[in-house]
């Protein structure tokens, strides 16, 4: 009897458990076994670590207990050996079946315990709920915000595999951001065509008037210039004026005192009476000396004896 309750009661003593601590800081107690399933703990373990309450191994914070619990789920049913393909694919379809924010978290979370598997099998899960969804669509269903410009929505896709319709859809990407430019272009240009006036009434009779004013004093300024050059040419004619009739005078006055000179010159030589009388004539040099002393005054003897 006592036997038959050890062979009984051994299978309870043999089995081991561990101690996990998740994001909000709540431990659970988790068979050894099944929490050995994820890569992470099972090192964790390795190193000692969960073996009692006060040393748990504290997992990553994108494991909360929630999704604590669905990988501990998908791990019970996958570390027990023997399963068929089959039942593993049937179990693998329920257990996807969520809304696509827990999927979202549970993907997230089963990546941070290195657990591929689960992070396949979900990744698939949300393929399959974006398929043949617009990117507006996409957004929609994981509350993504818009915050891409249209050029930046329509940039090229990388086609490492030269992959014919990842061509394509390069090619009407590229067309689509050449049309979003002439649009812009023609925008541009319609803005700039329709831009109005705002300046008011008061401010457009102002500009005129200022401008009106600024020609006028333009012109006035020009005027003037040409004025007070007109009033230092006067200034400066009468003074050349004056010089030249000057100088004309005295060379009018030269020339009419050379004339009458050359004039009574030609009339002494004409006359021979004055001729005779001036002018010493050697035909006539003996009558010169004939002329009695007597003729002459005493002053004018001893000048011209001098």
């Known amino acids: ?3 038959a309750d050890s ?8 089995k081991a458990y561990v101690w996990l601590q998740t994001s909000d800081g709540s431990i659970q107690q988790v068979e050894q076994e099944v929490a050995m399933f994820c890569p992470l703990i099972c090192r964790e373990i390795q190193s000692g670590m969960g073996s009692s309450k006060n040393y748990p191994i504290s997992l990553p914070s994108r494991v909360n207990p929630a999704m604590l619990s669905l990988i501990l789920d998908y791990c019970r049913f996958h570390q027990v050996p023997g399963r068929s393909n089959k039942e593993r694919k ?14 979202c ?7 941070s315990l290195q657990l591929k598997p689960l992070v396949d099998l979900t990744s698939r899960a949300l393929a399959r709920v974006i398929e043949g969804k617009s990117p507006e669509e996409i957004r ?11 050029e930046e929505k329509l940039e090229p896709i ?3 595999m030269d992959d014919p319709r990842i061509r394509l859809l390069n090619r009407l990407y590229a067309r689509k951001r050449k049309e979003l ?13 329709d831009r109005a006036d705002e300046r008011s009434v008061d401010d457009l009779l102002s500009f005129i008037n200022g401008s009106n004013e600024d020609s006028k004093a333009n012109r006035a300024s020009k ?3 040409k004025n007070r050059k007109r009033k230092d040419h006067h200034k400066a004619a009468p003074s050349n004026c004056t010089s030249t009739s000057n100088s004309t005078t005295a060379s009018s006055n030269a020339v009419y005192m050379n004339k009458k000179e050359s004039n009574e010159l030609d009339s002494m030589h004409s006359n021979p009476t004055c001729h005779g009388n001036l002018l010493p004539n050697p035909c006539n040099g003996t009558k010169l000396h004939g002329i009695e002393d007597n003729t002459i005054p005493p002053a004018e003897t001893i000048a011209i004896d001098h």
């Open 1 to 3: 009897m006592i036997e």
């Open 7 to 14: 062979e009984i009661i051994k299978p309870e003593i043999l």
């Open 158 to 160: 990388k086609n490492t």
């Open 140 to 150: 929609e269903i994981f509350h993504l915000p818009d915050d891409l410009t249209e």
């Open 105 to 111: 978290e549970l993907t997230s979370a089963a990546d």
């Open 181 to 193: 430019k002439e649009r812009e272009r023609l925008k541009n240009i319609e803005v700039e065509e």
């Open 90 to 103: 049937s179990f693998d379809e329920k257990f996807v079946r969520m809304d696509t924010k827990r999927l």
């Open 223 to 225: 005027s003037k210039k």
